[in-house]
């Protein structure tokens, strides 16, 4: 059973437009998730990560946001250019993420598509 | 941050035959990962390589077929032993440092079993 679930596995957006990428989640006891960017023949890259502590974090272009109650977490992109093409993961970690123990539990991931 | 090295970066192998994958990290860092990505699939953790000591593997992962060792702060290797066609997939190095917590990622290996 899928811990953390992205239901779309894809998503094409026009250049200049905002992305949103969305991931659910099942399991009560996470409270850290992280975005990864993944493009073809290289490793996933550490976009963006949020604490249950927060229900918004910012980075420049990229913003995610959590809901708790609804178990969902959103990375939005704007405006959204043509290299944020890519595969996007969504994963989760429970509160031993600093510690010994707390692995990352990811989705399946959304590639996204920005076209020019 | 930290970067990852892993190699091969590819490889195909025949059946019944064991791959061993390299990784070497820049610096140090406080835990190291083996990932396994089958196509069309989530990331899915292997075990976690512990510095002079036994891995600790996850649910459906034995260390008699994927045998791991961490000699120090910076190198693990995993290997891939007798090698059947359902272990194609894509074989990624993690580490984590101490200091932000984030994950990083080696570029991964591909590995196909004919």
């Known amino acids: 059973d899928q811990q953390v679930k992205q239901n779309s596995p894809s998503l094409s957006v026009q250049e200049g437009r905002i992305s949103i990428l969305n991931c659910d989640y099942t399991n009560s006891m996470f409270d850290y998730f992280l975005w990864y960017k993944k493009y073809p023949a290289e490793g996933p890259t550490f976009l963006i990560s949020?604490?249950?502590?927060?229900d918004k974090n910012e980075d420049g272009r990229f913003t995610v946001f959590l809901n708790k109650s609804a178990k969902h977490l959103s990375l939005h992109i704007v405006p959204s250019q043509p290299g944020d093409s890519a595969v996007y993961f969504c994963a989760a970690s429970d509160r031993n993420y600093g510690g010994s123990q707390g692995n990352l539990i990811f989705g399946k991931g959304t590639k996204l598509s920005v076209k020019p | 941050s930290a970067v990852i090295s892993q190699k091969p970066s590819r490889d195909i192998c025949q059946r019944g035959t064991s791959l061993t994958i390299q990784c070497q990290v820049d610096?140090?860092?406080?835990?190291m990962f083996w990932y396994r990505q089958q196509p069309g699939q989530s990331l899915t953790l292997i075990a976690t390589a512990n510095q002079g000591s036994e891995a600790t593997y996850e649910s459906g992962f034995v260390i008699d077929k994927f045998p791991i060792s961490r000699p120090n702060l910076t190198f693990s290797t995993l290997t891939v032993s007798n090698m059947s066609p359902e272990d194609s997939s894509i074989y990624l190095c993690s580490g984590r440092t101490g200091v932000y917590n984030e994950q990083f990622f080696g570029p991964g290996t591909r590995l196909t079993v004919l």
């Open positions: 610096s140090q860092v406080t835990m």
């Open positions: 949020i604490s249950s502590i927060k």
